[in-house]
């Protein structure tokens, strides 16, 4: 399995940035997507979330500026992110994992946002 994220950078607050997760090798029991975040001293958090069926979860720091969606032709997730502040300045993940037993996880390798004040 394998999960490659990209679209990171530095950016000014207030701004847009589009993360993309590049999903293939993965078997058709995982059935949630999401992206995780790492800032410096930090422990990891989950940013959003996206089940199978269409239900999604999110940080309550992050809801009503970033979105999470699939585009399932492309086998590519996706984190719109609007209104960026210094505060979401992180290492982003990309997510794959089964909610049911038995578990299988997987994670990409990280993608750097700074936002700049």
């Known amino acids: 399995a394998q999960l490659v994220e990209s679209g990171g950078g530095l950016i000014q607050a207030g701004g847009s940035l589009r993360l993309s997760c590049a999903v293939s090798?993965?078997?058709?029991?995982?059935?949630?997507f999401g992206w995780y975040r790492q800032a410096p001293g930090k422990q990891r958090e989950l940013v959003a979330n996206?089940?199978?069926?269409?239900?999604?979860n999110y940080a309550d720091s992050v809801k009503g500026r970033f979105t999470i969606f699939r585009d399932n032709a492309k086998n590519t997730v996706f984190l719109q992110m609007n209104s960026l502040k210094p505060e979401d300045t992180a290492v982003y993940y990309c997510?794959?994992?089964?909610?049911?037993?038995?578990?299988?996880?997987?994670w990409g390798q990280g993608t750097q946002v700074t936002v700049s004040s």
């Open positions: 997510n794959a994992h089964r909610s049911m037993w038995p578990p299988e996880n997987y």
């Open positions: 996206m089940y199978s069926g269409g239900a999604t």
């Open positions: 090798g993965i078997s058709s029991s995982i059935n949630v």
